[in-house]
């Protein structure tokens, strides 16, 4: 849950030509400000674009609920990590049609088969910081007192917002509590597996090879998101049409060379980049 509801961030890291790599997690609202080092790690784009995760290209960025994943098509097409797809694969699976070893490839729309009732795709609609409304009640207010100040400003901030039927509402806070965005986020019920490679390649060199790089994996798995005939969010149902996404990440088929900018927007559950000195010896000792 603590994953679902935490705002997009960006987790960059900026190559320049030199291969010397910058790592850092800033949230889309603060690109605007790393102008200059954007420019200088070889990123051509406007970093004024990069601040609205509403708007494209942030908003073919979604939240499978733990997992990141990106439309790749008008269609509705999602691309995401292969154990993320997993749980869909393997409620399809049959000992006579193992899917996880075999992979599955649906040849049609008719074939793509549905991720489970539990499946959802989040496509954020809303990011406002709300951090006045929030700490109005609580200024002053220490121990006890403040957390339920605060918490019964949340749950008040999520339950108006969730009148929009449809939709999804949190509230995230930034910075140790400092900072408070509301986030409003498409529901979306219907979702289908359409691709997944055998496990063997999608998982090849399993959790020992899976945050070292390079990987040599084909760890990635495609899903599609579908609504009802009005273009609402709606349950799994045969007539259902694809979804037509806000914003659609285009793929490139030109090669990656040594010092190309690269750059990774999702949903991170948690960063623990702020903490102190102090801090990092409490948890330690």
């Known amino acids: 849950m603590r994953k679902r509801r935490l705002t997009a961030a ?18 889309p609202s603060q690109l605007p400000q790393l102008a200059s080092q954007l420019k200088a790690a070889g990123f051509k784009g406007d970093p004024a674009r990069l601040a609205d995760v509403t708007a ?53 729309l ?10 959802r795709a989040w496509v954020t609609v809303g990011f406002t910081p709300i951090t006045d409304r929030i700490l109005a009640d609580a200024r002053g207010k220490t121990g006890r007192a403040y957390f339920d100040a605060v918490e019964a400003a949340k749950k008040a901030a999520v339950a108006e917002c ?8 949190s509230v995230a806070d930034m910075y140790y509590g400092s900072e408070f965005y509301l986030i409003k986020q498409l529901e979306l019920k219907d979702i289908r597996l359409v691709y997944a490679p055998p496990e063997a390649i999608g998982n090849y060199g399993d959790e020992i090879d899976n945050f070292m ?22 349950a799994y149902a045969p007539d259902n049409v694809p979804y037509v ?12 060379k040594a010092g190309d900018f690269a750059m990774v927007a999702g949903y991170p559950g948690v960063t623990f980049r702020l903490r ?3 801090e990092f010896a409490t948890q330690v000792d």
């Open 162 to 169: 969730e009148q929009d039927a449809g939709h999804r509402c």
């Open 56 to 108: 494209d290209p942030l908003a073919a960025v979604i939240s499978l609920g733990g997992c990141t994943a990106s439309f790749v098509s008008p269609q509705g097409l999602i691309v995401t990590n292969h154990h993320c797809a997993m749980g869909a694969i393997q409620l399809n699976s049959t000992p006579e049609k193992n899917l996880i070893k075999d992979g599955f490839n649906a040849a049609t």
């Open 110 to 119: 008719a074939d793509e088969v549905s991720a489970g009732p539990a499946a």
């Open 10 to 27: 960006l987790a960059l890291t900026l190559a320049g030509g030199a291969a010397h790599a910058d790592e850092g997690m800033w949230m």
């Open 213 to 234: 790089w390079p990987r040599h994996s084909g760890d990635f798995a495609f899903y599609r998101a579908y609504v009802g005939r009005d273009g609402k969010p709606a």
């Open 245 to 256: 996404p806000p914003a659609v990440l285009p793929v490139s088929t030109a090669p990656v």
């Open 276 to 278: 102190t000195a102090s």
